[in-house]
């Protein structure tokens, strides 16, 4: 076996990105200016949505948007126990209750039947997340809802920019859906998110909520030498993008379909490589565009710190997505939920980790992580997994 590093994930921003920096700052605009509208629209277009704001980070976005739907104490908002805990945590900052919902055991996704035995008249909104990259059934979600109540729905697609389902993006059954450029997701500048949506007061309300609630935006107010006063009618936060940040996004969102094959291409040669071994990868469904964010396997809860160990080891890197967040303390103090309220989401959750899966990823870093997995790995895991 040939030794090397496989790091989880290799960014592909090469320095001569700087002089994007550079050109920012030979404008007068240092935060959200005409690069965060060019991204913008370039958005509309790719999710063929009529409106998109760009946010500092998902989570900041989705507080923003839940404060524009006037979603907060004494609502509940519907969310899965197997997801990244921000899913969650923005529902608890703006002061509702979070309402966990188990998983589907060969996607990881949430259905409409878990959703409906969970809804309540307190619901006021659901987030289904595309997990690891591949969408939820969002139509099948929005027609399985109550006609005589308003229920949103904001799609966390966190770790989806360039799925499908049905031939269909994210954005056209939700009111909302969200996306994070966080330093390792398939589009990123650093730190960073868009919300899209075709509804206009939200979108509305959306703009006002990430700039505090701020009834004009700076860009209105100093227009050509008449100051204009703003108000303030609703509670916001501050979570709205610079261009220094944002002038990453429109080279990547041009060439993000390009990348997305090389995603495709590492996935599939760990799937065919994985196929006779004990390791479970979760199932892809046929009818999608699947993003590859992530390359989440299954190895056994009783053998998956041991081979986090081993990847160590062996220098490649690896993380976990995710333990259930019914199961963290905060949300197990405060709820009284149990490990085993949510049995799937717990189960994946103690059992998986996610192994290296990126564009640049070279054919022999690739032939070294399998060589790993089968080899030791497959080893050292019992017959019940
Ligand atoms: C499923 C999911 N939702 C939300 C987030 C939060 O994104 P951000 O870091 O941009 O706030 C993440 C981040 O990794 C995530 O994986």
């Not at 589009?187 to 701020?214: K, S």
């Not at 599939?268 to 994985?274: G, K």
Request: aromatic share 8%; proline share 5%; with cysteine.
């Amino acid at each position: 076996m040939v030794h090397m590093q496989v790091p989880f994930y290799r960014h592909s921003l090469s320095p001569e990105n700087a002089q994007l920096v550079a050109k920012v700052l030979e404008t007068p605009f240092l935060t959200s200016g005409p690069i965060g509208k060019e991204v913008e629209g370039q958005l509309c277009e790719y999710f063929d949505v009529k409106y998109a704001k760009l946010v500092n980070s998902w989570t900041n976005g989705a507080v923003a948007t839940l404060l524009a739907m006037d979603i907060g104490p004494g609502d509940e908002v519907i969310v899965p126990a197997m997801t990244f805990i921000a899913t969650a945590n923005v529902v608890e900052l703006v002061g509702a209750k979070p309402v966990f919902i188990d998983c589907d055991p060969e996607t990881l996704l949430i259905t409409p039947e878990l959703i409906k035995g969970a809804i309540t008249k307190k619901t006021k909104a659901i987030i289904p997340v595309h997990m690891y990259g591949q969408m939820c059934d969002v139509k099948a979600i929005k027609d399985m809802l109550p006609k005589d109540q308003r229920i949103f729905i904001i799609e966390d697609c966190a770790h989806t920019f360039e799925a499908k389902f049905n031939g269909e993006r994210p954005g056209k059954y939700s009111d909302a859906a969200i996306f994070s450029f966080y330093a390792t997701k398939n589009v990123t500048c650093g730190e960073g998110g868009a919300i899209i949506t075709n509804d206009e007061d939200l979108f509305e309300r959306i703009i006002q909520a990430i700039l505090h609630g701020m009834s004009a935006g700076a860009a209105d107010r100093f227009k050509a030498g008449q100051y204009k006063h703003w108000g303030m009618e609703h509670l916001g936060t501050k979570a709205n993008l610079p261009d220094l940040l944002a002038c990453f996004l429109p080279e990547q969102i041009r060439t993000v379909d390009s990348r997305l094959k090389e995603r495709e291409t590492i996935a599939q040669t760990y799937e065919s490589a994985l196929k006779n071994t004990k390791i479970i990868c979760p199932i892809k469904l046929d009818n999608i565009v699947h993003s590859r964010h992530l390359f989440p396997i299954h190895v056994g809860s009783q053998n998956r710190d041991k081979v986090l160990l081993t990847l160590g080891e062996s220098n490649i890197g690896a993380t976990v997505n995710y333990r259930a967040v019914h199961s963290m303390s905060y949300y197990s103090k405060k709820y009284g939920y149990q490990e085993n309220d949510f049995p799937i989401s717990f189960s994946w959750g103690n059992g998986t980790l996610s192994i290296p899966l990126f564009p640049g990823m070279t054919t022999a870093e690739q032939d070294y992580v399998i060589d790993v997995l089968v080899n030791k790995i497959d080893k050292m895991i019992g017959e019940d997994n």
